[in-house]
């Protein structure tokens, strides 16, 4: 008997950074936007505290009472995030996420697969991706660009300021799927508390 999908994998990467920056997620199917939002947010370690939207097919969704707000005339409308579902999408859809209208994150969602799994998820999961996400606040891509020129050069003017505010450590390359994946399990808790620094290395014990 032909059992209907309960979970779709998809494929998120920031856009315009290289090398690429990406997470794939496995989360049930009957997500809204709403929630791929707060899957999104976890799975990057974003802050949630920037406005952000979907593109969709030349469509805006999203909150709308505070997307409308800054509108204009000529602004696309905005629709409701709760009333589109991952099971609304086709496998191969490819869609737009923005985060932070200031610093300008776009990411691309790519739906990959849908799946029939033994039990329905209760949660998300993400089961692969590389890199770290910039910084929050960093300034864009050009301004992630300068930050990483800064981080490298110890005798850069800047860099004693810039490494303290990124709270002492960064490695562009770092990516730990156990940590990534209990993030995006927990991503609809409310009480959860983001981290707000990239985990610094434990040191290697003399011998």
């Not at 692969?128 to 050069?153: H, K, M, N, T, W």
């Not at 799927?177 to 927990?186: E, H």
């Amino acid at each position: 008997m032909f059992k209907p999908a309960n979970a779709v994998q998809v494929r998120v990467s920031i856009d315009e950074i290289q090398p690429d920056v990406w997470r794939r997620l496995v989360l049930p199917v009957h997500w809204n936007l709403e929630h791929l939002h707060l899957g999104i947010q976890a799975a990057f370690n974003w802050w949630n505290y920037h406005l952000y939207e979907f593109r969709i097919g030349g469509l805006r969704y999203g909150e709308v009472e505070i997307l409308t707000e800054d509108a204009t005339d000529d602004d696309p409308r905005v629709f409701d995030q709760r009333e589109v579902r991952l099971l609304d999408f086709e496998q191969g859809a490819v869609f737009s996420y923005h985060y932070d209208f200031g610093d300008g994150w776009r990411h691309t969602v790519a739906v990959e697969e849908f799946l029939t799994l033994a039990a329905t998820p209760k949660h998300g999961s993400c089961v692969g991706g590389e890199r770290a996400r910039p910084p929050e606040d960093v300034g864009g891509v050009s301004g992630y660009e300068r930050f990483l020129e800064i981080v490298a050069d110890r005798k850069d003017p800047e860099y004693a300021e810039t490494i303290r505010w990124c709270g002492g450590y960064f490695d562009s390359e770092w990516f730990d799927l156990s940590m990534v994946d209990k993030d995006v399990r927990n991503a609809l808790r409310s009480n959860v508390k983001r981290r707000l620094y990239q985990p610094k290395p434990k040191p290697v014990p003399k011998k």
